[in-house]
T-cell receptor, first 115, second 114 residues
Framework: SAVISQKPSRDICQRGTSLTIQCQVDSQVTMMFWYRQQPGQSLTLIATANQGSEATYESGFVIDKFPISRPNLTFSTLTVSNMSPEDSSIYLC????????????FGQGTRLTVV | AQSVTQLGSHVSVSEGALVLLRCNYSSSVPPYLFWYVQYPNQGLQLLLKYTTGATLVKGINGFEAEFKKSETSFHLTKPSAHMSDAAEYFCAVSEAGGSYIPTFGRGTSLIVHP
């Protein structure tokens, strides 16, 4: 399976600031996704990162708050903008399996704490 | 639409005891089913998956799960718990022939006592 590198692994940020999270995959993949995992909760899909076009956001998530870039088939960034303590979560980058596209693979996650 | 229900947010077992984590799903088309494990401060790792064929699937670390269509269930079991099994476990479903984007359950925290 592909190796997914996500950074930073954790950060503590001041409210009102923005943080950009990077996701690098060691091979070209068609589909990349960003998830949020709030404390003690399951994973919620934020958006699908589309190469060469605007990301597709899920209900409850907007581009102004979570801008996403996907300049090529191996890299994506998620920015958490104008942060508040409610944004404290784990943010996970994910891809589908290259061969079968049946299962999802995940990066190590970025643990964000907003103070 | 698809959904997953994991019964029990916490399951506590003794080391060496049977592990049973319950998962029920809802899907309008034949499902793909998954169990993922999340160790502290790590991302999610695929334990096992069911797509087609044999309904009893074996995964890593001695875990297995059985797809029961009539019960819409995909429970995860392990005959003998080990301390290193303590983690968060997520059941997920996606739709065959669909977008392959999984929907996750709320997770079950497995606690293993010595």
């Amino acid at each position: 399976s592909a190796v997914i590198s996500q950074k930073p692994s954790r950060d503590i940020c001041q409210r009102g600031t923005s943080l950009t999270i990077q996701c690098q995959v060691d091979s070209q993949v068609t589909m990349m996704f960003w998830y949020r995992q709030q404390p003690g909760q399951s994973l919620t899909l934020i958006a699908t990162a589309n190469q060469g076009s605007e990301a597709t956001y899920e209900s409850g998530f907007v581009i102004d708050k979570f801008p996403i870039s996907r300049p090529n088939l191996t890299f994506s960034t998620l920015t958490v903008s104008n942060m508040s303590p409610e944004d404290s979560s784990i943010y996970l980058c994910s891809i589908t399996g290259k061969a079968t596209r049946t299962e999802a693979f995940f990066g190590q996650g970025t643990r964000l704490t907003v103070v | 639409a698809q959904s997953v229900t994991q019964l029990g947010s916490h399951v506590s077992v003794s080391e060496g005891a049977l592990v049973l984590l319950r998962c029920n799903y809802s899907s309008s088309v034949p499902p793909y089913l998954f169990w993922y494990v999340q160790y502290p401060n790590q991302g999610l790792q695929l334990l096992l998956k069911y797509t087609t064929g044999a309904t009893l699937v074996k995964g890593i670390n001695g875990f297995e799960a059985e797809f029961k269509k009539s019960e819409t269930s995909f429970h995860l079991t392990k005959p003998s718990a080990h301390m290193s099994d303590a983690a968060e476990y997520f059941c997920a479903v996606s739709e065959a022939g669909g977008s392959y984007i999984p929907t996750f359950g709320r997770g079950t925290s497995l606690i293993v006592h010595p």
